[in-house]
C-alpha cells in the first residue's frame, strides 16, 4: 500500500451542490457499525498494542468518540449562525489524556454509537437552508458549508477507519 496523506496535509475540494447532505447524513450515521466490524473481533492485546509509537485500534476508535462533541458544537454553530468554527485541538489532548487502551473497547463503541445517533438526529431535524451556511473553519482558513463540514468530517471517519484497517492487518 502506498503511504498516505497525512489528515492535517489533506486539501479539500467543497464544489458539489449542497444537496448532496442527506448522504453525508448517512456516511456519519455508517460510522458506528463499522467501526464496531472491525472492533469485536479483536483481542484486546491487538486492539491495544501499538505500532511506530502511533496510536492503536482502540486509541483510534476513542479519538472519533472524543471528536464528536467538537461536531455536535460545529453543528450548533451553523444553526445558530455563527460566522466561525470553534477550533479543534490539534495536538489531540483529550485524546491523549483519556487512557483508552486502559478501558473496555464496547464502552468506547457504545458511546460513540450514542453521541453519533445524537449527531444524526440533530442534523435530520435541521431545515434544508441551513445545510448552506457558511462559518470560517479555522484550521483550513476557508469558509466551509454545513455540507462541507459534513463532508470533512465523514472522510475523518474514514481516515482513522482505514488507519484502524492498517493496524488490523499488520499486527494479525
Known amino acids: 500500500m502506498n503511504a498516505r496523506i ?28 463499522r467501526l464496531e466490524e472491525h472492533c ?52 489531540n489532548r483529550k485524546t491523549c489524556e483519556a487512557n483508552h487502551n486502559d478501558l473496555p473497547i464496547d464502552s468506547i463503541l457504545s458511546a460513540f454509537r450514542l453521541e453519533r445517533s445524537i449527531t444524526v438526529s440533530t442534523l435530520e431535524e435541521l431545515p434544508a437552508e441551513v445545510f448552506s451556511r457558511v462559518a470560517k473553519h479555522p484550521r483550513l482558513n476557508v469558509r466551509m458549508r454545513l455540507v462541507d463540514m459534513l463532508f470533512f468530517q465523514a472522510e475523518h471517519d474514514d481516515y482513522h477507519l482505514t488507519r484502524i484497517s492498517e493496524l488490523h492487518r499488520a499486527l494479525i
Open 40 to 91: 469485536h473481533s479483536l483481542a484486546g492485546s491487538i486492539l491495544t498494542k501499538q505500532q511506530d509509537g502511533r496510536w492503536s485500534i482502540q486509541e483510534n476508535a476513542g479519538h472519533l468518540l472524543d471528536l464528536e462533541t467538537l461536531v455536535q458544537q460545529r453543528i450548533e454553530e451553523y444553526r445558530s449562525g455563527s460566522t466561525a468554527l470553534h477550533a479543534a485541538d490539534m495536538s
Open 6 to 33: 497525512k489528515w492535517t496535509e489533506r486539501k479539500f475540494d467543497f464544489s458539489f451542490p449542497t444537496g448532496i447532505y442527506p448522504e453525508l447524513i448517512e456516511r456519519l450515521r455508517g460510522a458506528p457499525p
